[in-house]
């Protein structure tokens, strides 16, 4: 059975940073596209970041120069750097992979999900 967990959400001020990490069991992500989503009280599912087999990336405008995300395939592990955080990246925030090597902005491209972490910035 597949299972994406995350991990190193919580609570941070604005103008800080936090450190994702989602760790994969079940199969092995290393040829397989991985991404980050997040959704926010009372909006969609909104596409965060994503990266191919071959460490193509792909970011929202929204997050472009603030998140990085990255990959460890030796520890089929999915990371999001996250700086400069503002209250408007409130969300809880989803780690999901595809079963193919390509990056994708549309949550119906993913075939993996994550249980989310919540990720709250003060003001």
């Known amino acids: 059975q597949v299972q994406l967990k995350e991990s190193g959400g919580g609570l941070v001020q604005a103008g800080g940073s936090l450190r994702l990490s989602c760790a994969a069991s079940?199969?092995?992500?290393?040829?397989?596209?991985m991404g980050w989503f997040r959704q926010a009280p009372g909006k969609e599912r909104e596409f965060v970041a994503a990266v191919s087999w071959v460490i193509t990336t792909s970011y929202a405008d929204s997050v472009k120069g603030r998140f990085t995300i990255s990959r460890d395939n030796a520890k089929n592990t999915l990371y999001r750097e996250m700086n400069s955080l503002k209250p408007e990246d409130t969300a809880i925030y989803y780690c999901?992979?595809?079963?193919?090597?390509?990056?994708?902005?549309?949550?119906?491209?993913?075939?993996?999900w994550g249980q989310g972490t919540q990720v709250t910035v003060s003001s």
């Open positions: 079940g199969r092995t992500f290393s040829r397989n596209a």
């Open positions: 999901a992979g595809r079963s193919v090597g390509t990056v994708a902005a549309a949550a119906a491209a993913f075939d993996y």
